[in-house]
């Protein structure tokens, strides 16, 4: 498509927040993800977005495809999304098929996709516009789980910035996390049942840890992911996975270390095990990802009941700059992360521009 392009940051640009872009051609216009939170009660700023022509998700997550309900203010556009993603949409949002990995027609423009390591049938997207625009969503290269592919070159890449200017490798959190593992009365882990959950959990496995007890949604993420959507995993994991769902004890008494979702403690089984644990010694505590405002995984950290250790689920500072580099990037928009880190962004994705607002022409 030879059509003058831009790209208009709606949402999750210079801050944490929902993922949502705009990409215009000519008079085609686009929608890259439409997210909620991660925060409770943030919806992206859609009111003066006018009507879309198709709405592109990136992987399942919350913050990615939580605001569905928002669709009729952009024009019930019909959505895309891989059949694993789809799958998990709620009703009646049906999807048109996007491959993990692949080429394919979107009114008209090509978009290609490929694994991000980060999600359920969570994939890159890239739009053969201008020299190329390439959309990572959230993803990740440490991840022993989840597939990676590698993405096509592209003069502008939306880059996954959420962690700023971290570089810690995932073996160091491994080890950090280590102690608590051992744990004499027990930890609690509340995690993400599609994300971080299956693969702390496949940690402990090849590690040589008891397998860890989990709770109804892990253990059916767990299921899934060793059957129907095996496609977006590691060569030889499903097996394991499959293990781990068969033998792992259920959720609910303290000893030995627990899976529990959500990861920030608001819902599921970890709302419940954290208001019975929360006033106790033990068990140990501790979270491994974001801790949104005004959540119990906020509260718990910053009154000491429970500890912060980092599993990293989305590219490091270094992750990030060999992929600028690798496409060829001309343009950097880091999403998803705070624009404190400008300055470390610049340095690190130089000789690429790098923005934190749009629009950006393609």
């Known amino acids: 498509?030879?059509?003058?392009?831009?790209?208009?940051?709606?949402?999750?640009?210079?801050?944490?927040?929902?993922?949502?872009?705009?990409?215009?051609?000519?008079?085609?216009?686009?929608?890259?993800?439409?997210?909620?939170?991660?925060?409770?009660?943030?919806?992206?700023?859609?009111?003066?977005?006018?009507?879309?022509?198709?709405?592109?998700?990136?992987?399942?997550?919350?913050?990615?495809?939580?605001?569905?309900?928002?669709?009729?203010?952009?024009?019930?556009?019909?959505?895309?999304?891989?059949?694993?993603?789809?799958?998990?949409?709620?009703?009646?949002?049906?999807?048109?098929?996007?491959?993990?990995?692949?080429?394919?027609?979107?009114?008209?423009?090509?978009?290609?996709?490929?694994?991000?390591?980060?999600?359920?049938?969570?994939?890159w997207l890239h739009l053969a516009l201008g020299d190329g625009l390439l959309y990572m969503g959230d993803n990740s290269v440490e991840s022993a789980l989840y597939a990676h592919d590698l993405p096509p070159p592209a003069g502008t890449l939306i880059l996954d910035a959420s962690y700023g200017d971290y570089d810690v490798p995932l073996a160091q959190c491994q080890q950090a996390l280590a102690e608590s593992f051992s744990a004499p009365q027990g930890l609690l882990l509340p995690v993400p049942e599609n994300g971080r959950g299956p693969e702390i959990a496949l940690h402990l496995l090849r590690s040589g840890h008891p397998l860890p007890r989990i709770d109804g949604r892990i253990r059916s993420a767990l299921q899934r992911l060793a059957?129907?959507?095996?496609?977006?995993?590691?060569?030889?994991?499903?097996?394991?996975?499959?293990?781990?769902?068969?033998?792992?004890?259920?959720?609910?008494?303290?000893?030995?270390?627990?899976?529990?979702?959500?990861?920030?403690?608001?819902?599921?089984?970890?709302?419940?095990?954290?208001?019975?644990?929360?006033?106790?010694?033990?068990?140990?505590?501790?979270?491994?990802?974001?801790?949104?405002?005004?959540?119990?995984?906020?509260?718990?950290t910053l009154s000491g009941r429970?500890?912060?250790?980092?599993?990293?689920?989305?590219?490091?500072?270094?992750?990030?700059?060999a992929l600028a580099k690798a496409v060829g990037a001309r343009c950097v928009l880091p999403a998803f992360g705070d624009a404190k880190y400008l300055a470390a962004w610049q340095r690190a994705f130089a000789p690429a521009r790098v923005v934190t607002t749009g629009p950006v022409e393609l």
């Open 1 to 123: 498509m030879s059509a003058k392009a831009r790209l208009l940051p709606v949402s999750g640009c210079g801050r944490k927040g929902p993922a949502c872009f705009i990409v215009e051609a000519g008079v085609l216009r686009l929608m890259l993800d439409l997210g909620y939170g991660p925060q409770p009660g943030l919806w992206p700023d859609v009111g003066g977005v006018g009507p879309v022509d198709a709405l592109l998700l990136s992987h399942g997550h919350a913050d990615h495809a939580g605001g569905l309900k928002l669709l009729p203010a952009i024009g019930n556009p019909p959505l895309y999304a891989t059949d694993i993603v789809a799958r998990g949409l709620p009703s009646p949002v049906t999807a048109r098929p996007l491959p993990l990995s692949g080429s394919t027609g979107v009114m008209g423009l090509r978009v290609t996709t490929g694994r991000s390591g980060h999600a359920p049938g969570g994939v």
């Open 227 to 300: 059957t129907s959507d095996a496609a977006c995993l590691r060569p030889g994991v499903a097996p394991e996975l499959s293990q781990i769902a068969e033998a792992a004890p259920a959720s609910g008494e303290p000893g030995g270390i627990t899976l529990a979702s959500r990861a920030d403690g608001t819902a599921g089984d970890a709302a419940e095990l954290l208001a019975r644990w929360e006033n106790c010694e033990t068990p140990a505590i501790v979270f491994t990802g974001y801790l949104p405002p005004g959540t119990p995984a906020e509260r718990l």
């Open 306 to 321: 429970a500890r912060y250790l980092r599993w990293n689920v989305h590219p490091r500072l270094s992750d990030n700059a």
